[in-house]
């Protein structure tokens, strides 16, 4: 028992140092926040700490932990979103006021202007690309890990890519005249 | 010649999803369609985009999430796999209380030692205010000899008891050398003795 525990602390912290940069590179990519993603990152490293069964090899660790941030990461999407309807509820009243600290803040951050793209991409969209993109994973493993066809994996891709192009040339025009 | 592909096509062919007998033909397509071959960088751009985009330094978030695991490995019985738990004998266990039944069970331990400490007070008043009459009266040695026993006697000992309200303490011997055997009418039966 004990030696068993020891393998695979062992193991823990073999896996650790390679799997971490991955799965906080997702979860980022995807919450466009870093300190949700080490949020997130932690949850999901505790999980696969305690979890019984060991996993048969890294590349199953990596699939169950973007799994895991992946489940996690709509809870923070979702309460996201609702920040957002009451921003944009609020912009309606106060327009004038929201477009100007909105043009300062897009000023100052030019430099995300990608991860800022990728946040505008619907949750759907954006998980898949992010897996693609980001965790090198192909199109079967990415349907694995959500449960949808490689079919479906490929049309979403797809979409993602067509819809962030078109929002990119918009904030490129947008910076350009600013 | 190839038709020219979907953009969806071109996407996947990208992602190296296409295979092969297609993969080739779309290749050599890409390299006569002037069109499509410009398509193709132009979705092959976004993903460059996306891969050059600065990243955040992941080292200070990956050894703090280290520590915080080791803590909180170390702090709770949760250990590695979260076998020790299950291994543990079962007053070791831990049991987990829903809060309200916890809120529950503290509230009715406080009414029951509340209730316990307020009718002990009680008792104790009630023993304090009787105490000094019970305890403090010398106890009044009337000793009756059972032949000498006489009505008159009784009387004054019942006489002396009502005057206490009872509360005396009565004492009775026999004489150590008393044979008993069934003789007359009982004298504490008779009614004209009583008052």
């Known amino acids: ?178 | 010649m190839l038709m020219c592909p979907k953009d969806e096509i071109i996407s996947a062919y990208l992602d190296g999803e296409v295979e092969t007998p297609w993969k080739e033909k779309l290749k050599e397509h890409f390299s006569e369609c002037s069109k499509c071959a410009k398509r193709l960088s132009e979705i092959q751009s976004i993903s460059y985009l996306l891969k050059q985009d600065k990243e955040p330094d992941c080292q200070p978030a990956l050894q703090r999430v280290h520590r915080r695991i080791y803590f909180h490995s170390s702090e709770s019985t949760h250990r590695i796999g979260g076998q020790q738990e299950k291994d543990l004998p079962f007053w070791r266990r831990r049991v987990h209380i829903p809060m309200p039944a916890a809120v529950l069970l503290s509230v009715v331990l406080f009414i029951l030692f509340a209730s316990f400490f307020f009718f002990m007070g009680q008792n104790n008043t009630q023993m304090a205010h009787k105490g000094p009459e019970l305890y403090n009266s010398q106890p009044i040695q009337v000793t009756v000899p059972i032949e000498g026993l006489e009505a008159g006697d009784l009387e004054v000992l019942l006489k002396l008891l009502n005057n206490k309200d009872f509360s005396q303490e009565v004492l009775m011997e026999l004489p150590e050398d008393s044979q008993f055997t069934v003789f007359g009418e009982p004298e504490f039966g008779d009614p004209k003795i009583e008052r």
């Open chain 1, 1 to 178: 028992m004990l030696k068993k525990t020891k393998d695979r602390e062992e193991r823990f912290n073999q896996e650790y140092p390679i799997l971490f940069p991955v799965i906080y590179r997702v979860s980022y990519r995807i919450t466009g926040d870093e300190v949700i993603s080490e949020d997130l990152c932690h949850e999901a490293f505790i999980k696969y700490y305690e979890r019984h069964e060991p996993l048969p090899d890294i590349n199953q660790a990596k699939y169950w932990l973007i799994r895991v941030v992946k489940n996690m990461s709509l809870n923070y999407e979702k309460k996201r979103m609702r920040e957002k309807n009451a921003v944009n509820k609020l912009e309606k009243i106060t327009p004038q006021y929201m477009e100007s600290t909105e043009k300062g803040v897009l000023k100052e951050e030019t430099k995300i202007a990608v991860q800022k793209a990728l946040d505008k991409l619907p949750y759907k969209l954006r998980v898949v690309l992010v897996f693609k993109e980001y965790a090198q994973l192909n199109y079967k493993e990415i349907g694995a890990i959500l449960g949808i066809s490689e079919g479906n994996v490929k049309v979403r891709i797809f979409r993602a890519r067509e819809r962030l192009e078109k929002i990119l040339k918009e904030e490129n025009a947008y910076v350009s005249e600013g």
